[in-house]
Structure formats: C-alpha cells, structure tokens
C-alpha cells in the first residue's frame, strides 16, 4: 500500500503559477506510475497528467499543454505538477494518484491509490 499527500493548492490569480506536490510513502516510489487528476463541482473526475515510474514518458491533457508541467523526483518520492499561465477553468481540487506499472493511465480507475486532494483556485 502506498500513501499519497498533496500539497501547494492555493488561490491564484489568471495568469499565475503553482506548483503542486504529492508526497509518497509505505512503498518503494519508484514501482509506480503516478497521475495528476482535478475535479471541478459537479463534474467527473479527469485526467491532468501521468508520468512513469521512470519518468521518461509522459502525459498532458489537451487544455494543458504546454503550460502544466509534471516531473518526479524518486529520490525523494514525490511527484510534482508545475502550472503556469493558470486559467479560471484550471479551478478543481486536485489529486494524486499511483498505480504499480510501469506507465501511467488517463482512466482514474486503473488507479488504486489516490492523495486527499488539494484545492486549486483561479480567479479571473
């Protein structure tokens, strides 16, 4: 079993950057490919980004790439989102997730393990 706790959410202005944290433990962090997931009221739950365990392959939602960034430090076991030029749209609580593979999923249920979620707020 692996425990997830994210971090860096906050209240942002359009045109700001945040940067997010998820900190893992319980297992060894490099098995697991780990996804970036956001949830706005009332809507279902969608895929941000996803990386391998490695790190060397990645995945970005349409309407975020190029200015969301995700990256892990296994050192240190922690996956990070980096999002610039935020948009009111980018508004969500977001959570981490990993699953034991070696590349990630867009789909949120192949994913096991899932962070709290930290709270992401963009103003216009």
């Known amino acids: 079993q692996v425990q997830l706790v994210e971090s860096g959410g906050g209240v942002v202005q359009a045109g700001d950057s945040l940067r997010l944290s998820c900190a893992a433990s319980?297992?060894?962090?490099?098995?697991?490919?780990m996804g970036w997931f956001r949830q706005a009221p009332g809507k279902e739950r969608d895929i941000v980004a996803c990386i391998s365990r490695s790190g060397g392959v990645t995945y970005y939602e349409d309407s975020v790439t190029g200015r969301f960034t995700i990256s892990r430090d296994n050192a240190k076991n922690t996956v990070y989102l980096r999002m610039n030029s935020l948009k009111p749209e980018d508004t969500a609580v977001y959570y981490c997730a990993a699953r034991a593979t070696v590349v990630g999923s867009r789909v949120p249920r192949d994913y096991p393990y899932w962070g709290q979620g930290t709270q992401v707020t963009v103003s216009s």
């Open positions: 319980g297992r060894t962090f490099s098995d697991y490919s």
